[in-house]
Structure formats: C-alpha cells, structure tokens
C-alpha cells in the first residue's frame, strides 16, 4: 500500500490498517489520527510533523522512522520497537508503553509524559479516562487520584493497587483482579463488576454504587461511609463492616492499612492483626483478646481499657499509645517502643 492509497482509504472513514507493510512510506504531516496501525511495519517510515493522537501502534515495527515533530499524544506504544528512530520534538502526552517497548538508547520516555503500564508502576493522577487498558497487569500500581472513568480493564490485574481516591465510574472491571486494592475513597458507580476478584480490598469511604452481586468481596472492608445500593446486603456479601462496636472475631485483617480507623468498643478477639498499620486508631474499650498483633504498628493508639489479656504482641509498636486502664499482662510488654 502506497501513501495516496492510505490516505484516500483514511478520508473514505477507514482507521483499521493492522499488519499493513508500510515501510518506508512518506507521510509526513498527515492527519491520522485515531488509526489502528497494530502489527504494521513502519519502519523507515516518514511521519514527521504527522497527527497519530490516539493511534494504536502496539506491536508495530518504526525502527529507523522519521517521527520528528509528530503528535503520539495518547497514543499505544506497548510493545511497539522504535529503535533509532527519530523523536525528536514528538509529543506523547498521554502516551502508552510498557517493558518490551524499544525506545532509541538513551530516549526517555517518562519524561515526555508518557505511562508505564508495569507492576508496581507510578500512575498517580494519570489521566486514563476511556483507555483500553484490558488485560493489563498493574499489581502493586499507584494509581492514586487516577482518573479511570470509562476505562476497560476487562481481566486485568490491579491485585494489591493504591487506588485511594481514583475515579473508576462506569470503568468496565468485569474478570479483573482487585483483590487486596487500596479503594478508599474511589468512585466505582456504574462500573461492571461482573465476576471481579475484590477479595480483601479497602473500600473505606468507597462509592460502590452499582451492582456488586456477582462480585467476589470476601473479607474486603468498608464503614459507614461506603456506598451500596440500597438492596446490597455487604455483610451477607462476606464484607467486613469497620465501626466503633463493630463484631469482628477473628477476622483476618493482617497486613492491612487501619490508620486513624474508629474500632472504639469493637470486639476484635481471636482477629489477626499481624502487621496491620492501626497507627493513630482508636481502639478504646475494644476487646482484643487472644488476637494475633505480632509486628502491628499501634503507634499513638487510643487502647484506654482495651482488654489486650493473651494478645501477642511480639515486635509490635505501641510507641505513644494511650495505654491508659489497658487490661495487659506484664509479660506481654515485650515490644518495640
């Protein structure tokens, strides 16, 4: 396919031009934007000063392609290889890539604005509204504060994600995986959560209006700010509702982000609390018997009366805690100050 036979195609309203051997085609400054160009060999290609917003590229060879001045503002770049291309003054606002994209040596990417969609990546406040992300895996993301309204993430993986704060209202996360995810605070109204792994997430302050029966939200926690649908039943749902004289015996919450939570009066004996951050939280009059506090971090605690009788608290920190009227053995003060 030659230039003018791509362009007339493009004009006539064509965007779909996956696996097209394009090489070495001149294209400079023309408009085409929002073209699927997967899988298409590009390289020695001229695309200098050209329109690509939103053009897929994933998988696409442009190795040697002239791309000065173009615009790749939210374009998809993952797994695309760009080795000696030319980039310079290339806009990628917005712009995707991942571990096996192949930028010329030196070339960073980061600094262009564009997104690194990999485990553990830096997202905070990144703009992903309506993105095709499906797929994806962002295990461990900070995803803070991101805007993820209308975006796909059908089957990806955002296990153990910080999402605190994160717009994800009508994102479809239908097959994906959120099991322990920072949600505290996100907006998740109108997502699909059909067949969504929400095991053990934080929901604290969540807007989860939408529905939610087909979800997997066993052990996840949410209090009184949470929103459901009204005929949603998050107890019978397996969810574990934190508020002052909450019953939670044995709940398993080890691990868990608790800071400043109000568990006054709570019955949490037998839970597990290994590791949890409780820093700041207040556990006045809380029942903590027999529960499982091994390396917990309860600095500055309110633990007035807590009945702390058979409770391990092995390397836990309770540095600051107000430990005042505390039920305690003395042989329990084994513990980091």
Excluded: H
Aim: glycine share 8%; charged share 20%.
């Amino acid at each position: 396919m030659n230039a003018g036979e791509l362009l007339r195609r493009y004009a006539a309203g064509q965007r779909e031009f996956s696996g097209a051997t394009l090489s070495s085609i001149s294209l400079n400054n023309a408009d085409l934007q929002g073209s699927d160009f997967w899988n298409a060999n590009l390289s020695e290609a001229n695309l200098s000063y050209a329109s690509l917003r939103e053009v897929s590229l994933r998988e696409a060879v442009l190795d040697e392609a002239n791309l000065k001045g173009a615009d790749l503002s939210q374009a998809d770049l993952r797994e695309t290889k760009l080795n000696c291309a030319i980039l310079y003054g290339v806009t990628f606002n917005g712009a995707l890539y991942n571990e096996t994209t192949q930028f010329p040596l030196e070339f960073d990417p980061i600094a262009t604005g564009a997104y690194f969609l990999a485990p553990q990546a830096n997202l905070a406040e990144a703009n992903l509204c309506g993105r095709d992300l499906s797929g994806v895996d962002l295990s461990q993301a900070n995803l803070m504060e991101a805007d993820l309204s209308q975006v796909n993430l059908f089957g990806g993986d955002l296990s153990s994600a910080k999402l605190v704060g994160a717009n994800l209202t009508a994102a479809d996360l239908s097959e994906a995986t959120l099991a322990r995810a920072n949600l505290s605070g996100a907006s998740l109204r109108q997502a699909d959560l059909t067949r969504t792994d929400l095991r053990q997430a934080v929901l604290l302050g969540a807007d989860l209006r939408t529905e939610c029966q087909e979800a997997n939200l066993q052990g996840a926690l949410c209090d009184d700010t949470t929103r459901f649908l009204e005929e949603f039943d998050p107890t019978a749902a397996g969810i574990y509702v934190l508020k002052a004289g909450a019953d939670l015996q044995g709940v398993n919450l080890s691990g868990f982000n608790l800071a400043g939570i109000d568990l006054s009066g709570a019955n949490l004996s037998g839970a597990n609390l290994a590791e949890a951050d409780l820093w700041g939280a207040n556990l006045e009059d809380a029942d903590l018997t027999g529960a499982n506090l091994i390396k917990a971090n309860l600095w500055g605690a309110n633990l007035t009366r807590a009945n702390l009788t058979d409770a391990d608290l092995t390397d836990a920190s309770l540095s600051a805690a107000d430990l005042t009227g505390t039920m305690l053995e003395d042989e329990e003060l084994g513990i980091e100050e």
